[in-house]
């Protein structure tokens, strides 16, 4: 009964410490991550003059599954985000008018991101003033002398 008892023990702990490391290598973990910015030259690409978007929600889903658009993460006070997604095919978008292509397709790889290259980056249209016509000339209400 000791020996039986002694036994299921060293089971038990064994598959307690390999069962977590079993899991990790059956769906490993990848991160999507990008940038948001305001991109006041709507050129797509960020300037060291554009500062960047903070408290933007950013939203995936997986293209095999056709799932629906789903909350990944919120982009900090640098403008970066990243979201923990297992291996697979997903898009990637934001609520707000970008000069960038969105949604984004992401592919992630045995726990990396492989396209695209730079990440899935959005820069957000930002609404310039509309200028005001010049007032026209006031008209002098007394005549001028001669």
Do not use: C, H
Request: charge should be positive; glycine fraction near 8%; charged fraction near 20%.
């Amino acid at each position: 009964m000791k020996k039986l008892l002694s036994i299921m023990l060293v089971i038990v702990m064994f598959l307690s410490i390999a069962a977590p490391v079993f899991a990790i290598s059956l769906f490993p973990k990848g991160q999507i991550r990008g940038y948001a910015w305001y991109d006041v030259y709507p050129n797509g690409k960020p300037s060291k003059s554009e500062k960047p978007a903070s408290g933007i929600a950013v939203y995936y889903k997986k293209v095999a599954t056709g799932s629906k658009w789903r909350y990944g993460a919120t982009t900090g006070k640098d403008g970066r985000y990243a979201i923990g997604v297992a291996n697979g095919i997903y898009k990637v978008t934001i609520k707000y008018q970008t000069t960038t292509k969105k949604p984004v397709k992401v592919r992630v790889y045995k726990g990396r991101m492989i396209l695209p290259k730079y990440g899935a980056n959005f820069g957000l249209k930002v609404r310039r003033p509309i200028p005001r016509p010049p007032l026209p000339p006031r008209p002098i209400p007394y005549p001028l002398p001669r």
